[in-house]
């Protein structure tokens, strides 16, 4: 039976170091309904099986391995005291995949992922360790941060309808499914309906899991992938082809000169994550105003540290092209809108996010789930990447404040989505000096406040 909470206390826990360890069913209760709904979601996150077989040549089996792995250390952040659904760096994907893709298939590429994800973790540790990562974030102009979120964007488009990629392989089943995602998480004709239908308001709250259902059905309908041959039991990842074939204890350390050519694209990946970092707090501080019996605790520095140990033993036991990030935003903003309706539904928020995260973990486990699945990850995949590449560019628009930093955001991010990371932090760099040079910001033409030329226009 789980330690009782005195009103507007912190939930129970351990105190290590940094850390706050919470034990499920002693220091929060198991929140049953969370844990069956990442039983069902953890279909999402076997999106990253297609990726790792078509990037990096991996096995199903080995790449099962890497998301098992992943998903238990998923498990760590509520563990150690980070109230929040974490997830993939998924605006970053599309980057790290054209990061990897300049070196050969096989152990060359190998060492590429292994060292960006190594330089990664360490990076955010440190950063963790000595509370520096909002004072590196503030020296990088809103132009070039815009300029990286808009990047990522064209290339999660670009990577599933470059010639011979995932459209070409599934048109029909892309369209149908995509245009449902489209409308479930996007139209405001859906939002204006889901208001007043129960029902409605559940299908909006599983995120992306109906595209992934219907992929299942459609799919083999129009003759693109085969029906589901379900099988039984549990899954046999491949840990021991893993490690022997994939990892430094197979193929060794990737030599220095891969740890300095992912530099660039480990800033990239940082800007994004520092993006999750700041809409996670948003989303705890929204759900505390609603809920004064808990006191939740939320530390930027911690979750640098947990993020951190998560990259680096994923570079060392299982490299990763989703690597770990700090938050699942649509996960976490169902939790969050549960948390809020009370108490009795949900007593903690780290109950909430703790029993989501190993539910997931639970469904990779599931044989029956994962093969009912198995056939329709590239639909689901590129549904999830075409999802993102939307919101990346709302996001990245969004995030400029001028017109001049709109320019400068559209020709970095075309640069980098073609080019790769360094090419476009490098020209980021040099129109930022050339365009904004002596900083006179009397010729600054607003976009979002009606500013135009430093003066207020009607």
């Known amino acids: 039976m789980s330690i009782k909470r005195e009103f507007g206390k912190e939930q129970p826990f351990i105190k290590a170091g940094p850390f706050k360890v919470r034990v499920p069913f002693i220091h929060y209760r198991f929140e049953w309904a969370d844990y069956i709904q990442g039983l069902l979601m953890c279909a999402v996150c076997l999106g990253a099986i297609p990726m790792l077989q078509e990037y990096m040549g991996m096995p199903f089996e080995v790449a099962m391995a890497i998301v098992l792995l992943n998903g238990l250390l998923y498990c760590a952040h509520v563990f150690l005291g980070d109230p929040v659904v974490p997830g993939w760096v998924t605006p970053a994907i599309p980057l790290l995949i054209l990061h990897v893709s300049q070196f050969e298939m096989g152990v060359e590429r190998i060492h590429a992922l292994i060292a960006f994800e190594m330089s990664l973790g360490i990076l955010a540790i440190v950063l963790g360790i000595t509370g520096l990562g909002k004072k590196i974030i503030s020296i990088v102009p809103n132009a070039m941060q815009s300029g990286i979120i808009l990047g990522a964007g064209f290339a999660a488009t670009m990577i599933i309808f470059k010639k011979g990629a995932r459209f070409d392989s599934y048109p029909l089943s892309i369209i149908i499914c995509i245009g449902l995602g489209f409308y479930l998480l996007f139209s405001n004709h859906f939002k204006s309906k889901r208001d007043n239908n129960s029902f409605l308001k559940l299908v909006s709250n599983v995120g992306i899991l109906p ?67 700041i809409q996670a707090q948003a989303l705890i501080e929204d759900a505390q105003k609603v809920r004064k019996d808990e006191l939740i605790d939320y530390n930027p520095n911690r979750s640098h540290l947990i993020f951190g140990i998560r990259n680096s033993i994923m570079s060392i036991f299982g490299p990763d092209i989703t690597m770990c990030g700090p938050l ?131």
């Open 211 to 277: 595209v992934v259902l219907l992929a299942i059905v459609v799919g083999p309908l129009v003759g693109e992938v085969p029906w589901p041959n379900v099988e039984w039991g549990i899954t046999k990842p491949a840990f021991s082809t893993l490690f022997k074939e994939w990892t430094i204890f197979g193929i060794g350390f990737p030599p220095i000169s891969m740890y300095i050519e992912s530099i660039p694209m480990v800033l990239s990946a940082y800007i994004v994550l520092f993006g999750d970092m």
């Open 328 to 458: 699942w935003a649509a996960m976490q903003v169902v939790i969050c809108e549960r948390y809020k309706q009370g108490r009795k539904a949900m007593d903690s928020i780290n109950g909430g996010a703790g029993s989501f995260r190993f539910g997931t973990l639970t469904g990779y486990l599931i044989l029956p789930i994962v093969t009912l699945c198995k056939p329709i990850l590239g639909i689901a995949l590129a549904s999830t990447m075409l999802i993102q590449g939307y919101v990346s560019v709302r996001v990245g628009v969004m995030k400029a404040k001028t017109f001049n930093d709109l320019g400068i955001a559209g020709v970095m991010g075309a640069i980098l989505a073609t080019r790769g990371a360094a090419w476009g932090l490098v020209s980021g760099i040099i129109l930022c000096l050339l365009i904004n040079l002596g900083n006179d910001s009397k010729y600054d033409v607003y976009i979002f406040d009606n500013k135009e030329e430093g003066k207020e226009v009607n």
